[in-house]
């Protein structure tokens, strides 16, 4: 893996790296380029609230002690700062993560004021790499964290934090399911700017045949 910080990201998804599509694309089944971010932030929204929400109502033994010793404000100034915090702190490494998965090139780009840190990486990947691509650093960061909570409820600050580290997560899964459902067995995907492509190896293949023995056929 060759990992490149590319900067703040201007919002020029034409200027971010790509791959040559291979012949008989399939473009995955998505939103565009443009609303991406969108749908992202508010999944993302949605997932973390979903999972907070239980933290505060099943998290009570922890919480009420804190909240007994220290007091109701004291526990939302901790509980804010909890949340902003794994966020601010997890952004970076969460992408990283991503990046470790891939073996050629991977381009990480930010922009922090529209929520936005992402990585691209043109090159082909199988359906099992790219998904664990997807998930490891939500599964890392966010869902054994998470499970920490469940087991030992005491420790309700770090299922806040898994809580927000799996809803940064929202354009992961999205990604994960659509390998999943749309890929054919044997298929390999690619990333072209920020949206994904699949196609048969075996294609490519035949058709590099095809033009060797086309180039062959003129030089002799």
């Known amino acids: 893996m060759k990992f490149h910080y590319m900067g703040k990201f ?3 998804y034409e200027a971010l790296p790509t791959r040559e599509h291979e012949p008989d694309f399939v473009p995955f089944k998505e939103p565009s380029a443009e609303k991406l971010p969108i749908i992202f932030n508010a999944l993302s929204a949605v997932i973390t609230l979903a999972l907070i929400v239980p933290v ?3 998290g009570n033994e922890g919480v009420g002690k804190f909240i007994d010793k220290f007091g109701l ?3 939302l100034a901790v509980f804010v700062a909890i949340c ?3 966020t601010l702190i997890l952004i970076v490494p969460h992408e990283f993560l991503h990046a470790v998965c891939c073996k050629g090139d991977a381009y990480m780009y930010t922009n922090l004021k529209k929520g936005l840190c992402f990585v691209v990486a043109p ?3 199988s359906k099992a790499r790219f998904v ?3 998930m490891l650093p939500n599964v890392v960061f966010g869902m054994i964290p998470y499970i920490l909570w469940m087991i030992f409820p005491e420790l309700w600050y770090i299922g806040l934090w898994g809580a927000m580290a799996v809803g940064m997560g ?3 899964y999205m990604n994960a399911f659509n390998a999943l459902v749309q890929m054919p067995k044997g298929a390999k995907t690619y990333l072209h700017g920020m949206n994904s492509f699949w196609i048969m190896p075996e294609n490519i293949k035949n058709i590099k045949n095809i033009k060797n023995i086309k180039n062959n056929g003129e030089e002799k």
Do not use: K, Q, V, W
């Open 123 to 125: 090159e082909l990947f």
């Open 84 to 86: 902003l915090l794994s």
């Open 132 to 134: 664990i691509m997807c």
């Open 10 to 12: 201007d919002g020029n």
């Open 170 to 172: 929202a354009g992961d």
């Open 73 to 75: 404000i004291p526990y």
């Open 56 to 58: 505060m109502i099943f």
